[in-house]
């Protein structure tokens, strides 16, 4: 596989878009082709069997464009399919999974509330982690599949938004949390709203997520297999979706320059 190929990154829609920035910014010389899969969104309220479909669907796209790596920039295909992929493709996989590992170290005497996909919060690999992180009765799963449907119709930034995050944090308004793990990748477009909102009740909590580590696990893996780009231009980025491009084209551009 040639050094300039380009990395692969999918989601199931524009989740994986908040990934890829970070993606862009530990590795600026590497060419990206981000596939969305828009048309079968969303995946969290899936049965496992279809999300492996899928997910290997999205793999096989990426894989037509010759992308040496790929990033699996979505929790709830990572939990569902990427033991999965790995028998099946040599290619290496970055998966992503919620950061429970850390929000467990920022983790004082109270909560940490894990916001994802209710996918992903069924998955065994899910309770496993919460288990060897020692945290075991003090996680609360919060399933917020409305905000995954508000980033898909690129509501993102509006009141309604807000609205959902505020219906999924109030009900646990009276507990003791010391972290709120961002456990889907569609949720990072809302982190200012989520901030906003996370902050009238439990005033400067931190929030986690998975970006920045699977950025940093993607570089470790292209050096391990010495596949860097060698380029000093700026990498480039192709965007495609598996919906009508006319409508989510202009969304990921959209997305991809909001802070
Ligand atoms: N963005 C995905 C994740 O990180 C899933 C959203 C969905 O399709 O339900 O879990």
Known sequence: MQKTAPVGVFDSGVGGLATLKALQKQLPHENFVFYGDNANAPYGTKQTELIRKLSFACTEFLLKKNCKSIVIAC?????????????????P?????????????????????????????????????????????????VPCPKLVELAERGAVLGEETYQAIEEALWPHRDK????????????????????????????????????????????????QYDMRNEQTDPGKVELCTSGDPDKYLPLFEKLMAQE
């Not at 929790?75 to 290619?91: H, I």
């Open 93 to 141: 996989f970055v998966a992503m999974e919620p950061a429970i590992a850390p929000a467990g170290r920022a983790r004082k005497d109270g909560l940490v509330l894990v916001m994802a996909t209710p996918a992903t919060l069924r998955q065994p690999l899910f309770v496993y982690r919460v288990k060897k992180c020692g945290l075991e009765g003090h996680v609360v799963a």
């Open 75 to 91: 929790n709830t295909a990572s939990s569902a399919a990427k033991e999965e992929l790995r028998q099946v493709y040599d290619v």
């Open 176 to 223: 003791k949390v010391d972290a709120i793990v961002l456990g889907c990748t569609h949720f990072i477009h809302a982190r200012k709203q989520i901030r906003q909102c996370a902050d009238q009740i439990w005033p400067g909590v931190p929030l986690m997520d998975g970006n920045q580590g699977t950025a940093v696990q993607l570089e470790r893996i292209l050096n």
